[in-house]
T-cell receptor
Framework: GAVVSQHPSRVICKSGTSVKIECRSL??????MFWYRQFPKQSLMLMAT?????????EQGVEKDKFLINHASLTLSTLTVTSAHPEDSSFYIC??????????FGPGTRLTVL | KQEVTQIPAALSVPEGENLVLNCSFT??????LQWFRQDPGKGLTSLLL?????REQTSGRLNASLDKSSGRSTLYIAASQPGDSATYLC???????????FGQGTRLTINP
């Protein structure tokens, strides 16, 4: 149990366009969802935390107007990268939590901005 | 601010050897510590989770220890196999914040 999916797994877009990434908890209700970014050969950095039905809390240095997060239901959160630029190219991973001590991670989305 | 450090950054050993990966954290106010495996271009697979009140956890050939007072954890892999090749990440869950802070990872290569 506790499976999290992400869609798409890979996306290539042109600079200036917006990209939406979906994160779904398939067999549990994720009261909290987390979005991470991972640059090549680096670790995961938390971007934001979102609770269902409320605004996301962004980590220091993460532009909330650029990385729009919506957590409209207990099984779906979306991350929209607006006006993407090549420096936004990264591996984006989401996770869902249903309690205070465990997060279940999605398989990640590779974003390449040309 | 919590910082997590993993040593070594990379490790290459022959198949069959036992090995230890190290993780240290600066703030002992953690809820738990978790070890993950990440294959290239893939997401994370949780290996072991140690609650702050626990000293160790075991799963098959893996054993993880936690010394919260000294801010250290180790992941012991017994009888390593080529399939163990991956990046291993440790992460601590900050008390009260539900935030996971990750180390940089150790890239492990097991040579046949």
């Amino acid at each position: 149990g506790a499976v999290v999916s992400q869609h798409p797994s890979r996306v290539i877009c042109k600079s200036g366009t917006s990209v939406k990434i979906e994160c779904r908890s398939l067999d549990f209700q994720a009261t909290t969802m987390f979005w991470y970014r991972q640059f090549p050969k680096q670790s995961l950095m938390l971007m934001a935390t979102s609770n269902e039905g409320s605004k996301a809390t962004y980590e220091q240095g993460v532009e909330k107007d650029k990385f729009l997060i919506n957590h409209a239901s207990l099984t779906l959160s979306t991350l929209t990268v607006t006006s993407a630029h090549p420096e936004d190219s990264s591996f984006y991973i989401c996770s869902g939590g249903r309690g205070s001590d465990t997060q279940y991670f999605g398989p990640g989305t590779r974003l390449t901005v040309l | 601010k919590q910082e997590v450090t993993q040593i070594p950054a990379a490790l290459s050993v022959p198949e069959g050897e036992n090995l230890v990966l190290n993780c240290s954290f600066t703030d002992s106010a953690i809820y738990n510590l978790q070890w993950f495996r990440q294959d290239p271009g893939k997401g994370l697979t949780s290996l072991l989770l140690i609650q702050s009140s626990q000293r160790e956890q075991t799963s098959g050939r893996l054993n993880a220890s936690l010394d919260k007072s000294s801010g250290r954890s180790t992941l012991y892999i017994a009888a390593s196999q080529p399939g163990d090749s991956a990046t291993y990440l440790c992460a601590v869950l900050i008390q009260g914040a539900q935030k996971l802070v990750f180390g940089q990872g150790t890239r492990l290569t097991i040579n046949p």
